[in-house]
C-alpha cells in the first residue's frame, strides 16, 4: 500500500522560499509519475507541476513557472517542490499525488483525473 506524506509548508513572507517534501512508502516509486497540487480557500484544486518517473519530463503551470521547481530522487522515494518568489495568491493547501499508470518515461501528467492517490497536505501561507 502506498502512503504519501507531505512536509515543509509554512508562514512565509512575499518574495520568500520554500521547499515542500513528499516522502513515498510502499509501492515502486519510480514506475510512477508524481504531481503537485494544490487548493487555495475557497477555490477549486489546481494543478501546480509534475515529474515523469525517470524525471526526464517536468510540467508546470503558467502560475509557477520559472518560481517552482519539482525533482525527485527515486533511490530515496522523494519527491520535492522548490517554491520561490514566493506570491499570496501561493496561498494554499499543497498536496502530492501518484498516477500509478505505467507510462513512458516522459510521461507527466497534468490533469487531476490522472492521479490515483493524494496526501494529506502541507499549508503554505504567503503573507506580510
Known amino acids: 500500500q502506498v502512503h504519501l506524506g507531505e512536509s515543509g509548508g509554512g508562514l512565509v513572507q512575499p518574495g520568500g522560499s520554500l521547499n515542500l517534501t513528499c516522502a513515498v512508502s510502499g509501492g515502486t516509486f519510480n514506475r510512477y509519475a508524481m504531481g503537485w497540487l494544490r487548493q487555495a480557500p475557497g477555490k477549486k484544486r489546481e494543478f501546480v507541476a509534475a515529474?515523469?518517473?525517470?524525471?526526464?519530463?517536468?510540467v508546470y503551470s503558467d502560475s509557477v513557472k520559472d518560481r517552482f521547481t519539482i525533482s525527485r530522487d527515486n533511490t530515496k522515494n522523494m519527491l520535492w517542490l522548490q517554491m520561490h518568489n514566493l506570491k499570496p495568491e501561493d496561498t494554499a493547501v499543497y498536496y502530492c499525488?501518484?498516477?500509478?499508470?505505467?507510462?513512458?518515461?516522459?510521461?507527466?501528467?497534468?490533469?487531476?483525473?490522472?492521479?490515483?492517490?493524494w496526501g494529506q497536505g502541507t499549508e503554505v501561507t504567503v503573507s506580510s
Open positions: 515529474i515523469s518517473r525517470t524525471a526526464v519530463s517536468t
Open positions: 499525488a501518484v498516477d500509478f499508470a505505467a507510462g513512458d518515461s516522459s510521461y507527466a501528467p497534468t490533469a487531476q483525473r490522472a492521479y490515483d492517490l
